[in-house]
């Protein structure tokens, strides 16, 4: 190809991107990491070597109403574990034709007294949750320097918005159960929660450094680690210089 026609191909497939700068930006990512590889296949090791971002598309002659449906979202969901809560997260593999609208949703009950939805984030969405039965305190951390947490307490038909990344957590402070729904400004949103991310990740982390990160006596970090991960971190090395 000429260094004319190239330039002249540059420039046509640039124009778009100069006259509407919102198709200059990277879509959002939604996956947390995608490893670059040069050629799709990998011998066969993986099976399914291609992560795209979001999923493939199904021929939308055989698209059915199915296929944006959920149903059963009114049946209460078991709170009978440690922290007291349950999250029924409704995103793509759920409602196929949510893939690629930027949305999902979720349902989220909590136990009598003191069911927790424990500190966690999005890393890919803004969440509005709306309370529909009992009594829920709500909040959300500022991030650094401030660490400010903006807190309320909720009742039905009160409605509370997460910005994304931001740790928060809903707590029942009523002695009925409680029950939410909330919308998700993704159609992957993620979540990390943070004892669990901090304390039960695998390999576990040096507990030097969860110690040091947290001011906490070794032990402690011990176990918790059992708590979170049931295995206690040595990480790659054995003593934090
Ligand atoms: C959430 O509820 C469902 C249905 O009741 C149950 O199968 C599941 O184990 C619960 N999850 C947790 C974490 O308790």
């Known amino acids: 190809m000429s260094a004319y026609r190239f330039l002249l191909s540059a420039f046509t497939l640039l124009l778009p991107l100069?006259?509407?700068?919102?198709?200059?930006?990277?879509?959002?990512?939604?996956?947390?990491f995608?490893?670059?590889i040069n050629e799709p296949g990998?011998?066969?090791?993986?099976?399914?070597?291609?992560?795209?971002n979001g999923k493939f598309c199904k021929d939308p002659k055989l698209a059915a109403a199915n296929d944006f449906s959920f149903s059963g979202l009114n049946i209460p969901r078991s709170t009978a574990n440690r922290v007291g809560s349950n999250v029924t997260l409704l995103n793509a593999d759920q409602i196929p034709g949510l893939n690629t609208m930027g949305i999902s949703m979720a349902r989220i009950d909590y136990a009598p007294n003191g069911g927790l939805n424990p500190p966690h984030t999005h890393p890919r969405a803004t969440e509005i949750l709306l309370v529909l039965e009992g009594t829920l305190a709500v909040g959300f951390v500022t991030s650094n320097p401030d660490n400010r947490l903006i807190t309320k307490v909720l009742y039905p038909g009160d409605v509370f918005v997460f910005p994304i990344g931001l740790i928060h957590f809903q707590v029942n402070i009523g002695q009925a159960s409680a029950?939410?729904?909330?919308?998700?400004?993704?159609?992957?949103?993620?979540?990390?929660?943070?004892?669990?991310a901090v304390f039960g990740s695998n390999p576990p982390i040096n507990p030097d450094v969860l110690a040091k990160a947290f001011q906490l006596d070794k032990n402690i970090v011990y176990y918790l680690q059992k708590q979170f991960g049931g295995s206690v971190g040595q990480g790659p090395w054995d003593d934090m210089p």
């Open 18 to 32: 100069a006259s509407s700068p919102a198709s200059a930006y990277d879509p959002s990512p939604l996956q947390d």
């Open 34 to 36: 995608c490893v670059a």
């Open 42 to 52: 990998n011998g066969g090791i993986f099976p399914n070597p291609v992560f795209v």
């Open 179 to 196: 029950v939410a729904v909330a919308g998700l400004s993704s159609q992957n949103p993620g979540a990390i929660t943070i004892a669990n």
